[in-house]
C-alpha cells in the first residue's frame, strides 16, 4: 500500500514562504505524476502544482511564479515551496501520487495565512 506523509504546513503573515514535504513510500518514479492539491472549508479540491515523471510540471494560475514544485529521488519525496504567500492560500494541502488509474493521497497538512 502507497503511504504519502506530508510535512511542513503551519501558520505565515501574509507575504511569506513555507515548504510543504511529501515523503512516498515507494520510488516516485512509478507514480505517473505527483501533486500538490489543496481544499479550503467550503471549496472543492483543486490542483495547486504537479509534476510528472520526466519532469513536466504544471501550475495552477493562482499560484504561478510563487510557488515551484520539485522532486528529490534520493529521498522519495516531492516539495512545495510556497512564496508570497495570500490569506487566500490558507487551505488543507495534500499530496497525490497517480500511477495508471489510481490515486493515492496523503493526510493533507493545515496552511494558515494570516493578512
Known amino acids: 500500500q502507497v503511504r504519502l506523509v506530508e510535512t511542513g504546513g503551519g501558520m505565515v503573515q501574509a507575504g511569506g514562504s513555507l515548504r510543504l514535504s511529501c515523503a512516498a513510500s515507494e520510488n516516485i518514479f512509478m507514480f505517473n505524476s505527483m501533486g500538490w492539491y489543496r481544499q479550503a472549508p467550503g471549496n472543492e479540491r483543486e490542483l495547486v502544482a504537479s509534476i510528472n515523471v520526466g519532469g513536466n510540471t504544471i501550475y495552477a494560475d493562482s499560484v504561478k511564479d510563487r510557488f515551484a514544485i520539485s522532486r528529490d529521488g534520493a529521498k522519495n519525496t516531492v516539495y512545495l515551496q510556497m512564496h508570497r504567500l495570500k490569506p487566500e492560500d490558507t487551505a488543507v494541502y495534500y499530496c497525490?501520487?497517480?500511477?495508471?488509474?489510481?490515486?493515492?493521497w496523503g493526510q493533507g497538512t493545515q496552511v494558515t495565512v494570516s493578512s
Open positions: 497525490n501520487a497517480k500511477v495508471l488509474m489510481r490515486n493515492y
